[in-house]
DNA sequence: AAAAAAG
């Protein structure tokens, strides 16, 4: 049977220039750095004329945990006196007489054994020490007893790491930019001390702004926030076209609101909302916020419509490029900057595997066949584009498998539903572009699958954090072809950087080539298809080929060859 | 380059 030229099987082009800045943006990784470091991405070829960039951007030299400061942040040095501090311990101790002194010594001593111990890291002046317990929050920070109730009641029982470090930071007024993780419990760490900062109801204007890049990430952390909220009356709301629409946004007023940057921006500029008042700005998945050229533009305004000068603005995300600590470095005061683990690595518990597919045919054999053999719901599928969402789509909907799409092609009710669908079980296997690759907790799943190789190493880390979130484990499997094989050290490397065993030699390309002529010569004379696997041992030798044949009940299948 | 972000 004849099969025309889908679009699915055209293939992925990416942007190589971009690619190759990228590459040389980042840096060679070093193991012996026990801080945390920027993206540990490998320098493109020997001639490329970028690579004077790399030895250009070499790293600054970070003093370790003792003094806790970091060279070429001038924000951090600029520190105003400890705002009104809130932390009742240090308070105590500060204002007292020499012997108060040295147990304020010991105090930042133990601090930072225990930041140690959590893999905190911490930049900036004074900076508020951690938190031991959710029972702190009230006996430091004197939090009401609605917040403690709700957190005990979801299950929020210990703190994590960036928890920790956070909340207190928040707490104390200071300024903050946060990297932690996928799943490590961002969200919470920004909405508990915003809540409590708040305290309570006021018809005040608007007092806090949180914004996201994606509607559904915005829905998702304005429910977050709501069930945190419980037993409070906080009025918390999301900006959609509605209130847009029937409300006078000029005398509008809430306690917290959540949007997406273009929406607010236009309310800023129609509608003349007014957002002078707003106490405490939370930019969540930062780095997207101010991707180049897009969202930037609009987070500017936004940022600048918030005029009143005792804010507290914080970033939050799980990739924090240079260039966002640039930009953040121009607009935020006496900021302190947390770390969890190393910058810009993928969560650990993410089991993550590399497989090549041989071609855009191989791919859909490849995860057809996957499905056949077991198929462990939720899955999520990740596409490079909204085309591919629909064709990926279309095919497998011929199949067995229970499966929904998303992508911004759909309208906000269709977008909705596939994400409920998806919560609910009533669908398997969610399609996807990078729409939901940012922030959205789907709870359990367990396989994240990269049917088109990630554009760029945030994508990839961001995509897979969808899975092995809040402590539980997951897999990732990455697709790659050809094509993608230049950009395959990339990946290897950050999967190697979070401690997963990877091939060494994948990131050897002119190796890879060979091995993947092999594994095209086998697959061609030996097999109806291709989806191989291969292993190769740390010294580099190729361990095994496995290509198992496949009975296709489709027609592009057979003829696919 | 694509995706996402409005109306």
Redesign the pocket.
């Known amino acids: 049977m004849e099969k025309g030229p889908s679009f699915l099987f055209a293939g992925v ?3 190589k220039k ?1 690619f190759a800045t990228d590459l040389a943006r980042f840096k060679e990784n070093k193991e012996s750095e026990n801080l945390a470091d920027d993206f540990s991405f490998v320098e493109g070829e020997k001639t490329d004329p970028e690579k004077a960039m790399v030895s250009f951007v070499k790293k600054r030299k970070r003093k370790s945990i003792a003094g806790e400061t970091v060279e070429g942040f001038n924000v951090f040095k600029s520190s105003k006196q400890l705002a009104p501090a809130v932390d009742k311990e240090k308070e105590k101790v500060e204002d007292g007489p020499s012997k108060a002194k040295k147990e304020l010594n010991k105090q930042i001593e133990r601090d930072a054994v225990f930041r140690k111990k959590y893999n905190i890291h911490v930049s900036g002046a004074n900076v508020p020490s951690p938190l031991r317990t959710f029972a702190e929050l009230s006996s430091r920070f004197g939090c009401e007893s609605y917040l403690l109730r709700n957190l005990a009641e979801h299950g929020y029982k210990e703190p994590t790491p960036i928890q920790r470090q956070a909340i207190p930071v928040l707490l104390s007024d200071r300024e903050c930019f946060a990297c932690a993780p996928t799943g490590s419990g961002k969200t919470l760490a920004f909405l508990c001390p915003m809540l409590m900062k708040l305290r309570c109801a006021s018809k005040d204007g608007i007092r806090a702004v949180i914004l996201c ?6 829905t998702q952390t304005t429910r977050e926030c709501k069930k945190l909220a419980k037993g409070n009356k906080f009025q918390i709301k999301l ?1 959609k ?1 509605e209130l ?2 029937s409300t006078d946004l000029s005398k509008f007023s809430c306690d917290i609101l959540i ?6 921006r ?1 309310a800023i500029r129609r509608k003349k909302i007014d957002l002078s008042r707003v106490e405490y700005l939370v930019l969540d998945e930062a780095d ?1 916020l101010f ?1 180049v ?3 930037l533009k ?1 987070i500017d305004p936004v940022v600048k419509a918030c005029s009143n000068p005792s804010i507290v603005r914080s970033l939050f995300s799980a990739t924090l490029p240079d260039f966002v600590e640039e930009l953040a470095r121009s607009i935020m005061h006496d900021a302190v900057r947390v770390i969890v683990g190393r910058k810009n690595t993928a969560s650990e518990s993410i089991k993550q595997k590399l497989v090549f597919a041989g071609s855009e045919e191989g791919k859909l054999l490849a995860l057809r066949q996957s499905f056949a053999e077991s198929l462990n719901p939720p899955v999520l599928i990740f596409v ?6 629909k064709e990926l789509y279309g095919e497998l909907a011929f199949d067995d498998i229970r499966a929904g799409v ?4 759909l309208s906000q009710t269709q ?1 909705e539903n596939a994400v409920d669908d998806f919560r609910a079980g009533k669908t398997w296997v969610l399609i ?5 690759a940012r922030g959205m907790d789907f709870k359990g799943v367990n396989c994240v699958i990269n049917y088109d190789f990630p ?2 190493g945030a ?1 990839y880390i961001h995509r897979i954090g969808r899975t092995g979130r809040a402590g539980r484990s997951g897999e990732a499997i990455t697709l790659y072809t050809e094509d993608d094989i230049p950009f395959l050290r990339n990946i290897a490397n950050l999967m190697k950087a979070s401690g997963c065993e990877h091939p060494h030699e994948l990131g050897n390309m002119s190796m890879s080539r060979n091995y993947v002529n092999i594994l095209k010569h086998k697959a061609m004379g030996c097999y109806e298809f291709i989806s191989i696997c291969f292993t190769v041992t740390s010294c580099g030798k190729l361990l095994q080929i496995t290509g198992v044949p496949y009975r296709s009940k489709s027609a592009a299948a057979s003829t696919a060859l």
């Open positions: 082009s990416f942007d971009k890049p994606t509607r559904e990430l915005a900006m076209k847009v629409r949007s997406t940057p273009l929406r607010l236009l997207k991707e050229g897009n969202l609009h490079q584009s909204k085309d591919r969402a998303i992508h911004s092609d977008r996807a572009t990078d729409v939901i554009d760029s994508a």
